[in-house]
């Protein structure tokens, strides 16, 4: 088991910044790959952003890309997730996922492991 607690979440309004916290358990975080997806009301959780330092990559939606920046500090155990400018449309609860896989996936399944969310919400 990953524990993993996501925080920083909030209400902002558009063109506002918000920045995610993931904190991990575990001796090997470093090796997981790590990331963020979220899930608007009767929508499917859909990927955000995801990192592997392992392989040195980093993915994005195209929704998030140029706005949003993906980060993680292996000494603290922690990943984040910096969100500029941002749309009403990124109103979501945003979750934390975990693998240890050295393949970066973009989908649910490529997972095992989860946070329990963070509330997100921009006004326009």
């Known amino acids: 088991q990953v524990p993993l607690v996501e925080s920083g979440g909030g209400l902002v309004q558009a063109g506002g910044s918000l920045r995610l916290s993931c904190a991990a358990s575990?001796?090997?975080?470093?090796?997981?790959?790590m990331g963020w997806f979220r899930q608007a009301p009767g929508k499917e959780r859909e990927f955000v952003a995801a990192?592997?330092?392992?392989?040195?990559?980093?993915l994005y939606a195209d929704s998030v890309k140029g706005r949003f920046t993906i980060s993680r500090d292996n000494a603290k155990n922690t990943v984040y997730l910096q969100m500029n400018s941002l749309k009403p449309e990124d109103t979501a609860v945003y979750y934390c996922?975990?693998?240890?896989?050295?393949?970066?996936?973009?989908?649910?399944?490529?997972?095992?492991?989860w946070g329990q969310g963070t509330q997100v919400t921009v006004s326009s």
């Open positions: 996922a975990a693998d240890n896989s050295i393949r970066l996936g973009v989908g649910t399944a490529d997972y095992a492991y």
């Open positions: 990192l592997s330092w392992t392989i040195g990559r980093i």
């Open positions: 575990g001796r090997t975080f470093s090796r997981y790959a």
